[in-house]
């Protein structure tokens, strides 16, 4: 079959492949079932090689892409001589949005396919979809209970953990309406529909966008190019690290499965789900089944995190010489960045979630985002934001002027006092709350979620504390809690200038070292450490994973403290209390859910959009009826949805950059009819930092400075005769006729002064003389034909 296919790709040239051929050829290589996948990438690799060819000859002249048969030999192997053909072809880019998101937790996906090459931004897992699953504690103190519904004996623990006579129920749930089960654990929705070995790179652009790439680089055929800064690959390394610590205990609890599909995933089973839980997990139309996976293993991290090249701070890095990649502060967590992709097509900016009120990372480097030709604005969690909008139309034009006339630009305009006091004060609030629990005998519980926010929430805390002159013991327990406030402490280039400056006074970026030095914070591995149960006392405040609170040592210490009044637990915002909250009901236990700033806000959406001024806007279809944009003086729109694919208008040519040597030694040959000069040359076509290079090679031009001519035209046959007349020379036509084999329509001969043979046929005319200068002469009097002289 294979051998087939090629045969008709190889009998017919690239330039005559119709488009209705290559559209049923695809149809049929993708419905084959008996072909291979290597062997499809083969066949869709020589489709887009011969549409590239024809539309190369067509804009550059230029014949150096690889013939069907060096492809066929070649297939399967990622070369650079390969991609930057690429960018002959194609007017138009495309983006796919996979997912928006959830929250800082879950950050949003995109496929970008620029100039052939496919771009993966961010590979994360949304795991708030472990919020049907029942933790550990929970499980194992519903197993007295299990005998009230008569289960037999004999069951072994596993099976006692899935009550078998839950039924369906559609009114809220309840604690014995989880999932009683080992978890898995859900990818982004629309990802595994794609096939890994067609992803050239993967960027990520946060801690979080890292969580799922270990399914992937897994996953056979993967071969990708993965780029993350520095920062964002080790915390995202030690995020993954803690979640397989922290998944032992439930793989412990609930023991080996004995087949690979679990049985909470069988129809009958899903159907019993409450629909709040069975939408987590599923979907609205349940077409995110495709999605969950078994988690990996501490194997497939280590294997993961071999595969990413860590970026520096504002680091350039070319990806084959055809697309230059940098990443600059987004200004929401320390290493997560907004992408600039560099290509001969033009540049495209990608802003994914952002803020300007960064007080502990570095600030939002937006000005590294103006001017490009396409932007993907992909900060969803703006939407989140409760702030006025009425009177955006009036304002952000005033704003929209001030940044561009203010040095600062929108971050000196907006990290302002007013911003910087409400989040100071939510921090007092939160701790004047703890303060006055602990003094009423109770403790505090804070599970991590963002690094940032929990350093401050670390150090405002034990500031408070030695200010009332207390002495509580604060707990950090986590499998890589040691590593992480290591690590924090050891990268400034990612932090703010106020931090930057401590470390400039030789002071500690963060005030942790001096805690744990005078040992006013204690950190521990698990909730099982010998040091935590000898030496904990009570009321004390503990941070510790997880945020889902359904694994970790968040669900052990819940279990403990749920039914005492007097200790809190404080949240974030993004998760749901009701439902993360249901293992544990009833709940004695104060509770206290605080919102911090998410994203750039919606008021300052459209003036930062109207700085950076992009060509093209790729905008969210959510946003439409939040933020309106000016039809004049504003560039072009284009709305994109959730799953749809966008197609992005970038430049129609590429850049060409010809040494000026070389350029002065072209032989220019003018059409008047036309209006333009033409030179025919043989040279290398490079690309080298995503710009296209010229280098010329000089070896077929001969002594005279001839060159081979090209024209738009045939010669006509009685100017030309008229013309040798005026030159001095004798010519006459031997005969004249069509001849389809040869397309030679003529043939001229002279005799006096120069003795020559003239062919002229339907693409071409050969002379024939004995003699360089006499072939120059008549070349020159054809030449003056050709150019309408």
């Known amino acids: 079959m294979l051998h087939s296919l090629f045969s008709i790709l190889e009998l017919y040239s690239a330039s005559t492949l119709s488009s209705s051929f290559i559209t049923l050829l695809l149809m049929m290589i993708r419905r084959t079932p008996l072909l291979s996948s290597s062997e499809k990438i083969t066949l869709l690799y020589l489709h887009h090689r011969s549409e590239l060819h024809s539309q190369a000859k067509k804009k550059w002249n230029v014949s150096s892409l690889l013939s069907l048969s060096q492809a066929r030999e070649t297939f399967g192997k990622k070369t650079a001589n390969v991609i930057p053909a690429r960018f002959l072809g194609g007017k138009c880019d495309f983006a796919t949005c996979l997912s928006k998101g959830r929250g800082s937790h879950f950050p949003p996906c995109h496929i970008l396919n620029l100039g052939g090459i496919k771009i993966l931004l961010d590979c994360p897992l949304d795991l708030s979809a472990l919020t049907p699953f029942s933790p550990v504690t929970t499980a194992f103190y519903a197993l007295p209970s299990l005998e009230e519904d008569k289960v037999d004996a004999n069951n072994d623990v596993g099976s006692m953990a899935v009550p078998a006579k839950r039924q369906k129920i559609e009114n809220q749930p309840e604690n014995k309406t989880l999932i009683f089960a080992e978890p898995w654990y859900k ?387 993004g998760v749901n209390p009701q439902l993360a909250l249901l293992p544990f009901k009833p709940m004695a236990m104060k509770v206290l859910r605080c919102h911090f700033q998410p994203g750039i806000g919606l008021h300052r959406v459209r003036p930062l959009l109207e700085t950076l001024q992009p060509k093209t806007l790729l905008f969210p279809e959510e946003f439409r009826s939040h933020i309106s944009f000016p039809s004049e003086k504003f560039c072009s729109v284009l709305y994109y949805a959730e799953g749809e694919t966008s197609k992005v208008s970038c430049k129609d040519g590429s850049e060409l950059k010809i040494p000026a040597t070389l350029a002065s030694n072209f032989y220019w040959n003018a059409f008047k009819e036309q209006e333009i000069n033409l030179a025919r040359l043989n040279g290398e076509l490079i690309i080298e930092n995503a710009r296209y290079h010229l280098l010329l090679d000089n070896t077929e031009k001969n002594s005279n400075g001839r060159t081979n001519s090209v024209s738009f035209r045939k010669p006509e046959l009685e100017k030309l005769l008229a013309t040798f007349s005026n030159f001095g020379i004798n010519a006459s036509v031997e005969h004249q006729k069509m001849n389809s084999e040869s397309q030679i329509q003529c043939v001229i001969h002279t005799a006096d002064p120069y003795k020559a043979v003239i062919e002229i046929g339907t693409s071409s005319v050969v002379i024939t003389t004995a003699g360089e200068n006499v072939a120059s002469h008549l070349y020159k009097a054809l030449d003056s034909v050709l150019k309408g002289n």
């Open 187 to 573: 990818t982004v929705m629309n990802l595994h529909l794609w096939n890994p070995s067609f992803i050239d790179v993967v960027l990520i652009s946060s801690p979080m966008g890292i969580l799922g790439l270990p399914f992937l680089t897994q996953m056979k055929g993967f071969s990708a190019k993965i780029y993350a800064t520095e920062v964002s690959a080790r915390l995202g390394e030690l995020v993954m690290r803690d979640l397989v610590s922290m998944h032992k205990e439930l793989k412990q609890f609930y023991g080996p499965t004995e087949t690979d599909f679990p049985v909470w995933l069988r129809q009958e089973e899903v159907e019993k789900i409450p629909s709040v839980l069975r939408e987590i997990i599923l979907g609205k139309d349940g077409t995110e089944l495709g999605g969950l996976r078994p988690l990996y293993s501490e194997a497939d991290v280590n294997d993961c995190v071999l595969k990413i090249q860590k970026l520096k701070y504002a680091e350039e890095v070319c990806y084959n010489g055809i697309l230059v990649i940098k990443a600059f502060s987004s200004g929401v967590e320390m290493g997560s960045c907004n992408w600039i992709l560099d290509s001969p097509k033009g540049d495209v900016g990608y802003l994914s979630n952002s803020s300007f009120i960064s007080s502990q990372v570095a600030a939002f480097d937006y000005q590294s985002l103006q001017g490009t030709d396409a932007l993907i604005y992909s900060d969803f969690s703006t939407l989140n934001s409760t702030e006025d909008v009425e009177d955006e139309e009036n304002e952000s034009v005033q704003l929209a002027d001030k940044l561009l006339m203010s040095s600062h630009g929108l971050v000196g305009l907006y990290h302002n006092a007013k911003e910087d006091s409400e989040e100071m004060e939510k921090l007092a609030f939160i701790c004047s709350c703890a303060i006055e629990s602990i003094k009423g005998g109770g403790s505090v519980f804070i599970p991590i979620n963002q690094f940032g926010i929990f350093l401050q929430l670390l150090e405002e805390v034990s500031k408070a504390i030695d200010a009332s002159a207390m002495k509580v013991p604060i707990y950090i327990i986590s499998s890589v809690a040691e590593d992480l406030l290591a690590y924090l402490n050891i990268v400034p280039e990612w932090l703010s200038r106020q931090r930057q400056e401590r470390l400039f006074d030789g002071e500690p970026l963060f005030d942790h070292v001096k805690l744990l030095e005078d040992k006013k914070i204690h950190v521990l591995p698990n909730i099982h450490s010998e040091k935590f149960w000898m030496h904990s006392r009570e009321p004390c405040i503990v941070f510790c994973s997880h945020w889902s609170l359904r694994l970790g040592p968040v669900v052990h210490l819940l279990q403990r403290w749920h039914k005492d009044p007097k200790s809190l637990l404080i949240l974030e915002g």
